[in-house]
């Protein structure tokens, strides 16, 4: 194993841990601009209590509110025109993780003189990759994405229907404020939708990360049975803060680097198969990947089926009958998709009412940035365009 890692956030975990915002953000900023969603935050009492927490500090804002679950670069313009009209000096994201994507993007774009869209890469020749942005402070409301601690950002772009990423060590959040009690009043769909997105950000480095990692497997595997565990329990009592707190922190560890850590992934391609799907139809992205996952898993298996045993036999406790029994490592996805299915997630395409209308335009956005030279999607195994839309085409 050869690798680096690093992760400069300061993250202050636990209930009641949003009392310290205005503590945390005096330290980076005089002026803040809030980056809010559709308004739950208000509708619940937490906006309030974060804005009297910054004045208490003596640290004034602005807001950027009405970001989208599928945050759009119209948005990240927007905001960065705020920062700039209303001079603010630091951003806080106070949200799920299309907030705070959205915010950190903000951060970079405000200090851009170009178009924000340069800024994310959608297979154009000349990406600009942010090597600075205005202080980030993150504030999730819900478990999911873990963008509170990690340096990437998933942005849509609506008029051209691509969705796509930008991750560099700029965008990496000075603090990470994670108060698990934020989390009570989200719905049931959403928390299911959040657990699916917590474990399949672990099994994308699981499945398609090196061979002889077993200590990392061993992390990754940690991870996902506890995200099952306290999710299924999350989901049956929203109110159920231990349960809040397992799945938050799980959310946090699933995607800051550490499990991924020596493992070295040789891409993403659920997730960014499940972009090009939220792309064109805007759906929720954790549902998404609870269909595109499982008819990956099945697709994989078959060109690497041991590590697939290894993921049923250590998380599902089947006995396989050798290293690469292929109707264990079946039985093992066969098992997390119905795990999925009984938490409210949808595992099929119709049930969001997709068809195979534009499943070839799917596959080629794609692989339009995480490809090899041959255009071929990364991942263990590599996809061609055929490839993926034969996945979609069994997820149907």
């Not at 409301?141 to 991750?167: D, P, R, W, Y």
């Not at 692989?367 to 997820?395: F, Q, W």
């Amino acid at each position: 194993m050869n690798f680096e890692f690093y992760n400069p956030t300061h993250l202050i975990f636990g209930a009641g841990t949003l009392s310290k915002l205005g503590e945390v953000v005096s330290k980076h900023g005089s002026k803040a601009l809030i980056v809010t969603g559709g308004g739950s935050v208000k509708r619940h009492g937490v906006f309030d209590k974060a804005v009297s927490s910054l004045d208490t500090a003596g640290v004034a804002y602005a807001e950027c509110a009405g970001i989208d679950p599928n945050p759009r670069i119209t948005s990240v313009k927007r905001g960065a025109d705020i920062v700039r009209e209303q001079g603010c000096n630091v951003i806080v994201a106070l949200g799920g993780g299309s907030t705070m994507d959205a915010a950190k993007v903000i951060a970079a774009a405000a200090l851009y003189d170009g178009d924000p869209w340069d800024l994310i890469g959608h297979g154009q020749e000349n990406w600009v990759i942010p090597t600075e942005t205005l202080p980030i402070v993150t504030v999730p409301t819900l478990a999911a994405t873990g963008s509170e601690m990690n340096c990437g950002a998933v942005i849509s772009n609506h008029e051209t229907k691509v969705k796509s990423f930008v991750q560099t060590e700029a965008l990496f959040p000075k603090i990470a404020l994670v108060d698990p009690e934020l989390t009570l009043s989200v719905p049931k769909d959403q928390t299911a939708y959040g657990v699916c997105d917590i474990i399949t950000h672990v099994t994308e480095g699981y499945f398609n990360g090196a061979d002889g990692t077993p200590i990392q497997d061993r992390f990754a595997e940690g991870t996902i049975i506890n995200a099952i565990a306290w999710g299924k329990k999350a989901v049956a009592n929203g109110s159920d803060l231990e349960a809040r707190t397992q799945v938050q922190w799980a959310s946090i560890v699933a995607l800051n680097g550490f499990v991924q850590a020596g493992a070295n992934p040789a891409g993403f391609p659920v997730h960014m198969i499940e972009h090009a799907l939220s792309a064109h139809h805007d759906i929720t992205h954790g549902a998404g990947l609870a269909i595109v996952n499982p008819a990956w898993m099945r697709f994989a298996a078959k060109a690497r089926p041991d590590k697939f045993v290894q993921f049923a036999e250590r998380i599902y406790g089947l006995k396989p009958e050798r290293s690469d029994d292929l109707e264990c490592a079946l039985e093992g996805i066969n098992r997390l998709e119905a795990f999925l299915r009984s938490i409210g997630c949808p595992t099929r395409l119709s049930e969001l009412g997709i068809g195979e209308e534009l499943f070839s335009k799917y596959a080629e956005d794609a692989a339009l940035v995480l490809r090899d030279e041959d255009g071929n999607l990364l991942g263990r195994p590599a996809m061609s365009k055929e490839d993926i839309a034969e996945v979609l085409k069994t997820a149907l």
